[in-house]
């Protein structure tokens, strides 16, 4: 990844994610204790963060993907308003997620 604009550590420390706000899009998860790469994803979206419990990376561009942590599929793909998205959030009990988008301002599943 040659520039990375949004990154995450998971709760426990185990996993970083990271991705760039570019064409490339690609999202990537390392394993820390081991340094090495254990996921790669073209073409998703560059906001992502881990959920507080630990079970969940989320992905956030033209949808929101919701993936499991560790097996890294795919578990849930939740469609978005329009706009450039900002930011995204999830709260500190895992059950909701949130993103700030420029054309809707803020939405929430």
Do not use: Y
């Amino acid at each position: 990844m040659r520039m990375c604009n949004f990154a995450t550590v998971s709760p426990d420390g185990r996993w970083a994610a990271a991705s760039p706000w570019s064409d490339d899009r690609e999202l990537k998860v390392w394993d820390l204790a081991s340094q090495q790469e254990v996921f790669h994803r073209p073409k998703v979206g560059p906001l992502v963060a881990f959920t507080p419990n630990g079970r969940w990376l989320v992905s956030v561009w033209d949808d929101c993907e919701c993936l499991e942590v560790g097996t890294w599929r795919t578990v849930a793909i939740l469609p978005r308003d329009p706009g450039l998205v900002l930011s995204v959030a999830v709260s500190p009990d895992s059950r909701w997620l949130a993103w700030n988008t420029a054309a809707a301002g803020c939405c929430s599943w």
